[in-house]
């Protein structure tokens, strides 16, 4: 009576549970990207920023404390919300894994001044663009210090998405374009 494949004696027989790992190319499978994070890198990850200047863009965005959403707003909503909102870059940067953020660094305020720990952000996200890095905070230093990776030279899977396209993914239901926005209310103590 022969042996079923279904049905061996020996369930963890190890040549009957080894698999084929080589890589099936021409499937017709193509990873979608549905959600773009805004957040900083964190200290564990390594990352890469983009280096064309279409890949970022000086923008308003107001953060809620409660939830850590965040929310881009229409320049003329920003003319009108004056002290509600920040004015950040948003840089596009990669994980290893190909996973697609945009970086929220503060711009320098109206004076011209610029906090330490955003002036680092700025000069690793610029580091960041010929090098894969990883950051960590230093209070002793007053900013973000880097590592970064001396022997990998991989070059960094970007999205294919321009940055409009990312923006409409990271910012869906989260665009300030009108008063009757209900973050605006909310800040406002409307309703």
């Given at each position: 009576m022969e042996e079923s494949v279904y049905h061996k004696t020996d369930?963890?027989?190890l040549?009957?549970?080894r698999i084929d790992t080589t890589p099936v190319e021409g499937l017709g499978v193509e990873k979608l990207l549905t959600r773009v994070?805004?957040?900083?890198?964190?200290?564990?990850?390594?990352?890469?920023v983009h280096p064309g200047a279409e890949y970022r863009a000086n923008v308003g965005l107001i953060k809620l404390d409660e939830t850590d959403e965040w929310f881009l707003l229409t320049p003329a909503m920003a003319a009108e919300m004056p002290g509600e909102y920040r004015a950040y870059t948003l840089f596009?940067?990669?994980?290893?894994?190909g996973d697609a953020f945009l970086w929220p660094i503060p711009r320098p305020g109206d004076d011209g001044n610029w906090n330490s720990w955003h002036q680092s952000a700025q000069e690793m996200a610029e580091l960041a663009m010929s090098h894969w890095i990883r950051i960590s905070s230093n209070k002793n230093v007053g900013g973000y210090v880097p590592a970064v990776a001396k022997l990998?030279?991989?070059?960094p899977v970007w999205p294919?998405?321009?940055?409009?396209?990312l923006f409409m993914i990271s910012f869906k239901?989260?665009?300030i374009d009108t008063p009757e926005h209900p973050i605006v209310k909310k800040l406002r103590g409307i309703g």
């Open positions: 369930p963890f027989d040549d009957a549970l994070p805004t957040c900083r890198p964190g200290k564990q990850v390594w990352f890469r596009l940067y990669v994980n290893k894994s990998d030279t991989t070059e294919k998405q321009s940055l409009k396209e239901g989260k665009l």
